[in-house]
């Protein structure tokens, strides 16, 4: 059931019959959708700083419902956060506005110029630039994180994460990688193939309405079993490797509404264990090799892709059909 409005309750009615049985069973279920994550939390308690150490310190004493405003200016990092939030009070850090307060990895080749330790913390209306990677959720079974409204440049690596994490919600923002299309994986044998854009781990993420470019791999699922996992209106303008990888994921996990632009391999089910594994809707131009990745995993016996379902997309490409 695709297109319903958020933060909804539901009637759902599921009729089950068999031809080759005696069922015909209807089956009645209430569910509500989720929200989309509020901008302010419950009891909000602002607090405005405007260099380092205030920043520091203020996400170091940092409780739930803290909302931590950066003044304009550049901040020189990298900066590691272990606060944690609530789901009605989030820690919220955010800047003024997103053009002028940078967060400055200082050009360092394997830092993030972001961690962050904990669960319902909101990274909002910043820039990050200049590191190996702009932001990485580090705990494993993390929840509840936002990235919202976050300009990330001048970086090898966009937004990563670790195992087990849940219901994150990583939209609108600007990610812009290193590399320049039409630099693809078959000029240099998979040199960059794991430069990703926005990679989450788990289940229940939702990303969507972000605009990428100059990665390997723009959008990606990065651990086997993933479930319940969104990407929706994404528009991605390059991809030396995959637009999009749902490789592993093994049940409801769905790429709908999203553009495609310069890619070379787009869409990735390298495997899907079982499904369904949805791509809906979305509209793919300038394939430099295949649409559609039905791939087996390497090995003995090698693991095929199961349960996709691939439906009204629009595709459009110089060579391969």
């Given at each position: ?8 309750s ?9 031809p ?11 569910a509500?959708?989720?929200s ?20 520091n310190a ?9 909302v931590?405003?950066?003044a ?11 606060v ?11 800047g ?21 330790y904990?669960s319902?913390?909101?990274?909002e ?9 702009g ?5 494993v079974?993390?929840?509840g ?20 994490q849940r ?5 609108d ?22 430069d990703?854009g926005?990679?989450l781990?788990g289940n ?5 309405h ?9 959008l ?19 991809a ?5 990888e ?10 709908f ?11 990735s089910f ?13 509209i793919?131009?300038n394939?430099?090799n ?10 003995s ?7 996709m ?5 629009t ?7």
């Amino acid at each position: 059931i695709f297109e319903l409005t958020p933060g909804t309750s539901d009637d759902i009615e599921l009729h089950a019959t068999d031809p080759d049985g005696p069922v015909d069973n209807v089956i009645p279920v209430s569910a509500t959708t989720r929200s989309v994550p509020p901008d302010d939390p419950t009891s909000p308690t602002i607090h405005n700083v405007s260099n380092v150490a205030a920043l520091n310190a203020a996400v170091d004493s940092a409780t739930p419902g803290d909302v931590i405003v950066l003044a304009p200016g550049t901040y020189t990092g990298p900066f590691s956060f272990t606060v944690s939030g609530t789901a009605t009070n989030p820690v919220v850090i955010r800047g003024a506005d997103e053009d002028v307060v940078v967060l400055d990895g200082g050009g360092c080749s394997s830092c993030n110029v972001v961690e962050i330790y904990g669960s319902f913390v909101h990274i909002e209306r910043l820039t990050l630039a200049h590191a190996n990677r702009g932001l990485r959720f580090q705990t494993v079974g993390a929840e509840g994180n936002v990235v919202r409204r976050v300009h990330i440049w001048d970086v090898r690596l966009g937004i990563g994460s670790n195992d087990d994490q849940r219901d994150f919600y990583v939209c609108d923002n600007v990610v812009e990688g290193r590399l320049i299309w039409p630099q693809v994986y078959s000029d240099d044998g998979g040199a960059h193939s794991d430069d990703d854009g926005i990679i989450l781990r788990g289940n229940g993420h939702v990303v969507c309405h972000n605009q990428i470019t100059g990665f390997g791999d723009a959008l990606k699922l990065g651990e086997d079993g993933s479930r319940g996992d969104d990407f929706y209106g994404n528009e991605v303008t390059s991809a030396y490797d995959n637009g999009i990888e749902l490789d592993g994921s093994e049940g409801n996990t769905r790429a709908f509404r999203n553009r495609f632009t310069n890619t070379y391999a787009t869409i990735s089910f390298q495997p899907i264990f079982g499904g369904p594994a949805y791509a809906l809707r979305n509209i793919v131009v300038n394939v430099a090799n295949e649409q559609l990745k039905f791939h087996a995993l390497g090995g003995s016996p090698p693991q095929e892709p199961s349960g996709m379902l691939v439906l009204n997309n629009t595709f459009v490409s110089p060579t391969l059909a």
